[in-house]
Structure formats: structure tokens, C-alpha cells
């Protein structure tokens, strides 16, 4: 197929893994209004999920180490808010 075949054969994986995205997305917001606690277990797995793919794919965290350490950084923190709400669902004496 040549030059156009092997950017579809590289770009089909990251296109599965963008929609794969969109439902886990999808999920969460349905999940929000009929179990929340799905949806924060969901939220608490997938975030870092996200950061580990982009690490994969995204130019900008070979390239630019700055943008790299604030992402890491960012999706550390709001991981960490994630586990701390779960913490207060699981908390018996709340």
C-alpha cells in the first residue's frame, strides 16, 4: 500500500484507543448520576491510564521536559483527589 497504508496501519491504534477513551468518558458521566461510586473508581483508573498513553504518543513529553514534569505533576494531584473522595465514600464514619 506504501506511504498511505503505513500511516493508516500506525494511526489505527491510537484512533482505537481515542475511542476507546470517548466510552470510558461516556461512562463516567452516565455512571455519575446512577452510581457515583463507579464513576470515582472509574475516574481514579483511567486518569493515570490517560497520562501513561500520552507519555507513549505524545511528542511533547520527549521534546519538551518542562510540559512533561507539570503533567506529570497535575495528573499526580488530581490521582490523589480521586483517592481522597474514595477514602471519604469508604469511610465508615462519615
Do not use: H, Q, W
Amino acid at each position: 500500500m506504501g506511504r498511505l497504508g503505513d500511516g493508516l496501519r500506525i494511526a489505527r491504534p491510537k484512533i482505537r484507543f481515542g475511542i476507546a477513551c470517548t466510552f470510558i468518558n461516556l461512562g463516567i458521566i452516565f455512571f455519575v448520576f446512577e452510581n457515583f461510586l463507579i464513576a470515582l473508581v472509574n475516574c481514579f483508573l483511567a486518569f493515570p491510564l490517560f497520562l501513561f498513553y500520552e507519555t507513549n504518543n505524545n511528542s511533547s513529553f520527549k521534546n519538551d521536559s518542562e510540559y512533561a514534569e507539570m503533567r506529570r505533576i497535575l495528573t499526580l494531584l488530581v490521582t490523589i483527589c480521586y483517592f481522597i473522595c474514595l477514602a471519604f465514600v469508604f469511610n465508615p464514619y462519615t
